[in-house]
């Protein structure tokens, strides 16, 4: 049943009326340099800030025992962030209404060489219609949507009838960890909406994604004597170049995929990070090599897993020096399977109501090839997880930005997806 019109009305002024607080509230967040590792003040930031609005608050640890238990988890490393999970809950005074998980994650990826940026990257800068800065729109704009969604409902006297989680994560650009964590922490809702910088789309489908480390070990020797050494950096290319090939192997079976089909290329192979070697003059013995590959829906975590390393296995043994020192790999953050969200469903209708009465259009739906945290809610909760969210620029690149009049439709247009999902009541005096 579509919201009542006067309503509908009242709750795109409060946005409306709200924004000039919600882009002051994004910027407070850009500030915090919430990398992997470092995101506990940001969370304290988002405690608080939950905290004075009222809602039950809950921050637990990721507890790397559980994890390891659940196949979707990531491979936990060093590296691996210690920052708590923080959920705040709303319980109606009348459970009425639709339950809802509303989610965002405030870990951001390094911001790279800060010269390369036009602007400081953790100080947010408004330029026309644009907020920029690291993270801004990969997501901390998404967590202050859910919030001030919520907000304007409650400056309208009004509150969802129904529980509400909201969830602050961490660790979803590494592994996944964060949200798994509240799944198996136990909360459930009928639907989850994750504003994630889709570009006012729905996403329909999304790629899995495996992280993995190779590693290559050569004899370090002096350069004049070179070809009695072995050069890891050069091995190290040579293992690229074959799993290049994989890459163009698994692409070929796009045909299999509805959502992936007519995408060009949809498998992407990331050299990420690269190290290795000593000295310029010393042949080098080492070389390590950080990896991400993209994984079909459907496609087995475990099996994609073994054939890289079948793959790598049987190409060192065509090799005259790997084969002496086979290379290792080492699995170390995202082990995800993708998803599809089926189509058909109530939340979807709900939100593509909401789009509309915003957007004056319908709802469009896409393909993505990046991680989604909504992969937990979609395979493992198994509910409609909506990836919704503003336009953004520059993610996970130089000049990070948010576009602010998109951030206050997608947000308007949370608000109106809320009052009809959960529908509304009245604050208690
Ligand atoms: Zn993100």
Known sequence: MALDPKLRDDIIAAV??????????????????????????MQDFMFRAMQSRGYTMERFEMDREALARHPGSGAWDDLHSHAPVVVGIHRPREEKGRSLILQ???DVVPEGPVNM???PPYEPVIDGDWMQGRGAGDMKAGCASNIFALDALKSLGLQPAATVYLQSVVEEESTGDGALMTHL????????LVSEPSAETLTRANIGVIWFQLEVRGVPVHVQRMGTGANAIDAAYRVIGELRELEKDWNQKKGDSEYFRNIEKPVNLNIGKIAGGDWASSVPSWCKVDCRISILPGTNVEVAKREIVDRVAAFTRGDAFLSNIPPT????????????????SDAEAVLGRAHESVFGKRLETVTSLAYLDSRVYVLFDDIPALNY????????GFDEGVNLPSLKKVTTAAALFIAEWCGVEKIAD
Do not use: C
Not at 16 to 39: C, L, P, W, Y
Not at 185 to 192: L, M, N, V
């Open 16 to 41: 409306d009326k709200s924004f000039d607080a919600q882009i002051k509230f994004t910027q407070d967040m850009v500030r915090h340099v919430s990398t992997r590792g470092n995101e506990h003040t």
């Open 104 to 106: 965002g994650h405030v």
């Open 117 to 119: 940026w036009a602007t």
């Open 185 to 192: 922490r136990g909360y459930r809702a009928q639907a989850a």
């Open 329 to 344: 790999i080492t699995f170390n953050g995202f082990q995800a399977e993708g998803f599809v969200l089926k189509p058909g």
């Open 389 to 396: 969210g503003a336009i953004s620029r520059g993610v996970h």
